[in-house]
C-alpha cells in the first residue's frame, strides 16, 4: 500500500512534518531477509510463543505472544524458525543510523519504531512525503527491511497514519483533511483505548473515533474515568501538543517473558526462576546506565487473556540485584492465589521512579547484612566477569540447567 499526497498547511500554519517510521513484522522481516527461501511464505519467530509472525502468516490470524500451538493450527504451513535476537539488535542499529541522517531530530519508542521531525528541511531535503520516501528506499536498499512511514501535524496522527498504511506504505494525512480521515476509523485506533475499554464505549453505542467526538469531555469522563476522558476527547479532535523529542532517557528498564500454554503448569520454583532471571537482566541493565530506582512493577497475563498488575515502591532508589528482587518475590507471592487460579501465560518486571540523575545508592538503609558491607560491590564484580567473558560466566545457582529465555533487543541508553 501506498499513498502519498502534498503537504500543505492547517489553520494554525503547521504543515504535517512529523513522521512515524515502523518496521513491519520486525523479526520475521529479518528472517525473510536473511533466508530467502522465507520470502513470501509464513513465517513465526518462536515456537513455544510467538514472537512475532510475517504478513503471510498473519492473514490466517496469527497474532504476537499467540502460543506456538494456536498459531501452528491456525497455520499448519508456518515456518517456525528461532529467534536471533544479535542480527535484530544489528538490524535495528543500522535503520537508526538512517533515521539519524535523515533529521537529527529523532525520538526512538522501541527497536523498529521511532517519530521524525523534518520540519525546517525542505530546502535542503525537500517536503515530507518526498523526505520518507527516501527514508524508505535507503532502509530498503541498506538494511533488506521493509518499513512503514506515516505523516501528520502530530505524532498522534502520524502513529494512526503509519498503522493504516501498513504493510510497506507511505500515507500523509494533510492537515485540512486530519479529522476526515480520523473519525471514520475504530475507537480501538485512539491511544490508550485497549479491550476493554473499546467494550465498555461500545456498549454505550460508540463505535467510531467520530462517535468519541461527538461526545462532551464530562460526559466522556463519566464513561472511562477522568484522565482517560480527557485523553480521548483530546485525541478525537486530534488534539496533541507533544513535539519529537531527543535525549530523553527511560522512564523505566524493564522486561518480560511470555510462558505460553506451560506457564500454567509452572510449579513456583520454576516461577521463581523466571523471577531471577528477569530481575537479573533489568538490575544489569539499570546499572550499565548508571540507573536507579524505587517502584517494582509486576505484570501478568494470563491463560483467560485477563491481566493483572502488581507494583511496590521501596524507601529508596537502588540497583541492587538482591534488593530489587525481595520486592519482585513479594509481588509475585502476594499474587500466587490469582497465578493459581487463573493459569499465568507471561510474567513481567519494570523498576520506575528512575533516579534521572543517574545518582548512586544510597548506603543506608541496606536491603540486607551482604548490603550494608558493600552496597553493590559483588553485583559491579559480577557485571566486569560478565562484560568481559560473557552474560553465561556467572549465573545463580537456581538458574542452572534451566532455560533462561531471550533476551531481546533493547534500545541503546
Known sequence: MFVSGIASSGPSGRTAAILHADLDSFYASVEQRDDPSLRGRPVLVGGGVVLAASYEAKAFGVRTAMGGRQARALCPQAIVVAPRMRAYSDASAAVFEVFRDTTPVVEPVSVDEAFLDV????????????????????????????????IARTKFLAKVASQEAKPDGLLLVPPDRELAFLHPLPVRRL???GAKTADKLRAHGIE????????????????????????????AHNVDRRRVVTGQRRRSVGAQRALGRAGSAMTADEVDAVVVNLIDRITRRMRAADR???TVVLRLRFADFSRATRSHTMPWATA???????AARGLVAAAAPLIGERGLTLIGFAVCN???????QMELPFASPAEARDPLGVDLAIDRVRGRYGNA??????LLGRDPGWEVPMLAE
Open 292 to 294: 536507579t530506582g524505587r
Open 191 to 193: 491511544w490508550g483505548v
Open 393 to 398: 560466566a556467572l549465573t545463580r545457582g537456581v
Open 354 to 360: 528512575i533516579d534521572r540523575d543517574g545518582a548512586q
Open 208 to 235: 467510531t473515533v467520530a462517535d468519541v467526538a461527538e461526545l462532551s469531555e464530562t460526559t466522556l469522563s463519566s464513561l472511562v474515568g477522568g484522565a482517560m476522558g480527557r485523553q480521548l476527547f483530546a485525541l
Open 119 to 150: 520540519s525546517g528541511l525542505r530546502r535542503v531535503s525537500g517536503t515530507p512525503v518526498q523526505i520518507a520516501t527516501r527514508l524508505r528506499e535507503r532502509v530498503r536498499d541498506e538494511v533488506g527491511l521493509p518499513i512503514t512511514v506515516g
Open 320 to 326: 541492587s540485584t538482591d534488593a530489587i528482587l525481595d
